[in-house]
């Protein structure tokens, strides 16, 4: 059996005050820490935002086997809004003397306008040297096309690719 | 300032990546390095979302995309790991719908495909092999949502992702097998046979990452991070 003097209580209930107190200090600290946490999941929010819309550079190509048709190279007809077509590479190489191609180039500039509508033309005859064409592009929102079409001739294969920065 | 397609991790093993941004013709290009050739066939639809991203819609029953198989030897998977992700919404039509796929039945490749039975609406993926097949499933895929898939094959194992999150996998008993060397064409919303199965719905970006070990893995984070970047188009 211990004995207990009362001066001891009075002791504890004092540290049980000064605990309470520094509690509710920890309390007010826990409220402000989770207002700068959300502050943060905001700005975190805003920086996903920002990155999601960065256009990301891409690149495809492939190859078109003149038929003697006018053909499309590079289309995007309704791009989903505003992005960078930058250019269109066209490999020559298969084209022979006395053989000629056009290469043209299309933009639509309204939304359900008048659709692609030509912006230049260019007639390429014979062997060309160098054998890379390269078709400069704007930034276009409405749509865009880079077609090809065989004068004379035989079938040719012309290898392309088009460079563009877009989202998603 | 300007993020570079192939410094993205996600598309550090990718071999296929259809973005369907050409909204009209037969021919959709692949961003990917191989640069596949993809022919649409029967016409697809080329369908605008609200949000302006175009889609694919297929009839579900003469429209599909391919692939020919000389051209596709890169998706030819035995024992590599590989994943598949994009973005579909199917209309319940044939009960069984491929959504991609190389392969001869019971022979050799690989299809992802939906169905819907009486235990609710399936996406498997399957691998044919020597007379006879092994598959994984996930439940859940309600006709008329737009979905985000993500898909893993590893080993025996795979995992599946809708919309961000893990689902729950039941695989065949012993794991899927690797399937046999496949010669096929490449196939979207067909059957190996072009003949059936057709999907019927809306397609977007189906991609493929393929590669030996740990390549061609997509984490469930990665994939995640896909879905939060994509999904505000739908």
């Given at each position: 059996?211990?004995?207990?003097?009362?001066?001891?209580?009075?002791?504890?209930?004092?540290?049980?005050?000064?605990?309470?107190?520094?509690?509710?200090?920890?309390?007010?600290?826990?409220?402000?820490?989770?207002?700068?946490?959300?502050?943060?999941?905001?700005?975190?929010?805003?920086?996903?935002a920002?990155?999601d819309s960065?256009?990301?550079?891409?690149?495809?190509?492939?190859?078109?086997?003149?038929?003697?048709?006018?053909?499309?190279?590079?289309?995007?007809?309704?791009p989903d809004g505003?992005?960078?077509?930058?250019?269109?590479?066209?490999?020559?190489?298969?084209?022979?003397?006395?053989?000629?191609?056009?290469?043209?180039?299309?933009?639509?500039?309204?939304?359900?306008?008048?659709?692609?509508?030509?912006?230049?033309?260019?007639?390429?005859?014979?062997?060309?040297?160098?054998?890379?064409?390269?078709?400069?592009?704007?930034?276009?929102?409405?749509?865009?096309?880079?077609?090809?079409?065989?004068?004379?001739?035989?079938?040719?294969?012309?290898?392309?690719?088009?460079?563009?920065?877009a989202t998603p | 300032?300007?993020?570079?397609?192939?410094?993205?991790?996600?598309?550090?093993?990718?071999?296929?990546?259809?973005p369907f941004r050409?909204?009209?013709?037969?021919?959709?290009?692949?961003?990917?390095?191989?640069?596949?050739?993809?022919?649409?066939?029967?016409?697809?639809?080329?369908t605008p979302l609200a949000s302006n991203l175009m889609t694919?819609?297929?009839?579900?029953?003469?429209?599909?995309?391919?692939?020919?198989?000389?051209?596709?030897?890169?998706?030819?998977?035995?024992?590599?790991?590989?994943?598949?992700?994009g973005w579909?919404n199917?209309?319940?039509?044939?009960?069984?719908?491929?959504?991609?796929?190389?392969?001869?039945?019971?022979?050799?490749?690989?299809?992802?495909?939906?169905?819907?039975?009486?235990?609710?609406?399936?996406?498997?993926?399957?691998?044919?092999?020597?007379?006879?097949?092994?598959?994984?499933?996930?439940?859940?895929?309600?006709?008329?949502?737009d979905w985000f898939?993500?898909?893993?094959?590893?080993?025996?194992?795979?995992?599946?992702?809708?919309n961000?999150?893990?689902?729950?996998?039941?695989?065949?008993?012993?794991?899927?097998?690797?399937?046999?060397?496949?010669?096929?064409?490449?196939?979207?919303?067909?059957?190996?046979?072009?003949?059936?199965?057709?999907?019927?719905?809306m397609?977007w970006r189906?991609?493929?990452?393929?590669?030996?070990?740990?390549?061609?893995?997509?984490?469930?984070?990665?994939?995640?991070?896909v879905y939060a970047r994509e999904g505000v188009w739908f």
């Amino acid at each position: 059996m211990k004995v207990w003097n009362s001066a001891y209580l009075a002791d504890i209930e004092e540290q049980l005050d000064d605990i309470e107190n520094r509690l509710i200090l920890i309390d007010a600290d826990l409220i402000i820490i989770d207002n700068e946490v959300g502050q943060v999941h905001t700005v975190v929010n805003a920086i996903q935002a920002m990155i999601d819309s960065l256009p990301i550079l891409t690149e495809t190509g492939g190859t078109v086997i003149t038929d003697g048709t006018e053909q499309n190279v590079y289309i995007n007809a309704a791009p989903d809004g505003v992005y960078k077509p930058i250019c269109v590479k066209i490999n020559f190489t298969a084209q022979q003397a006395g053989e000629e191609t056009i290469v043209r180039l299309y933009y639509d500039n309204a939304p359900g306008g008048a659709g692609l509508l030509l912006v230049d033309e260019l007639t390429f005859a014979g062997v060309i040297a160098p054998a890379m064409v390269v078709v400069d592009l704007d930034p276009n929102r409405y749509g865009i096309a880079v077609t090809i079409e065989r004068t004379a001739g035989a079938a040719r294969a012309y290898p392309w690719d088009v460079v563009y920065e877009a989202t998603p | 300032m300007t993020v570079h397609y192939d410094d993205i991790d996600v598309n550090e093993d990718i071999l296929l990546d259809l973005p369907f941004r050409e909204g009209t013709g037969a021919i959709t290009q692949d961003v990917a390095k191989p640069h596949h050739s993809v022919d649409l066939i029967g016409a697809p639809t080329w369908t605008p979302l609200a949000s302006n991203l175009m889609t694919l819609n297929m009839d579900g029953a003469t429209q599909y995309l391919e692939c020919q198989g000389a051209d596709s030897a890169d998706l030819d998977f035995t024992t590599h790991s590989y994943s598949i992700w994009g973005w579909l919404n199917w209309t319940v039509d044939d009960f069984s719908q491929i959504v991609i796929g190389r392969y001869e039945l019971d022979q050799s490749g690989w299809e992802l495909y939906l169905t819907q039975g009486a235990g609710g609406n399936y996406l498997s993926l399957r691998h044919h092999h020597g007379g006879t097949r092994t598959a994984a499933y996930s439940l859940g895929w309600t006709p008329g949502v737009d979905w985000f898939f993500g898909v893993v094959r590893f080993g025996t194992g795979v995992f599946m992702i809708r919309n961000g999150v893990a689902v729950t996998v039941t695989t065949s008993v012993g794991g899927l097998q690797n399937p046999g060397t496949c010669n096929e064409d490449l196939v979207i919303g067909a059957r190996f046979t072009k003949d059936n199965n057709f999907l019927k719905g809306m397609l977007w970006r189906p991609r493929v990452a393929g590669g030996l070990g740990l390549n061609g893995i997509i984490t469930p984070n990665r994939f995640n991070q896909v879905y939060a970047r994509e999904g505000v188009w739908f």
